[in-house]
Nanobody
Framework: VQLQASGGGLVQAGGSLGLSCVASGRSFSRDVMGWFRQGPGKEREFVAS?????????YYADSVQGRFTISRSNAKNTVYLQMNSLKPEDTAVYYCAAGSSSSRLARTTARYWGQGTQVTVSS
């Protein structure tokens, strides 16, 4: 089982980036999938997660609500994160994850992790 994240890079403040995470090894259509990030000197924190029931309901951290959008394609075993209006404080390594949850995905309930992709936002 493997999660492969891609799409990171360098962008100016106010710009946009899209991240993708392809899962392989088995179907993840019944998993909660999400994104976490870890900034320099900070702990890994929740960004967004999306369930597979209730019309793919999504959860967001307050800091990204209204700017980031998470989506998934079960047919492609892929989860996406569209990031708009990026700020320097969004600079971090972004990790995709998959696991079980009755609501939003947490670090303690994420069973599988991707390798991380660097997002750098310049001011």
């Amino acid at each position: 089982v493997q999660l492969q994240a891609s799409g990171g890079g360098l962008v100016q403040a106010g710009g946009s980036l899209g991240l993708s995470c392809v899962a392989s090894g088995r179907s993840f259509s019944r998993d909660v999938m999400g994104w976490f990030r870890q900034g320099p000197g900070k702990e890994r924190e929740f960004v967004a997660s999306i369930n597979w029931w209730s019309g793919d309901s999504a959860y967001y951290a307050d800091s990204v609500q209204g700017r980031f959008t998470i989506s998934r394609s079960n047919a492609k075993n892929t989860v996406y994160l569209q990031m708009n209006s990026l700020k320097p404080e969004d600079t971090a390594v972004y990790y995709c994850a998959a696991g079980s949850s009755s609501s939003r995905l947490a670090r303690t309930t994420a069973r599988y992790w991707g390798q991380g992709t660097q997002v750098t936002v310049s001011s």
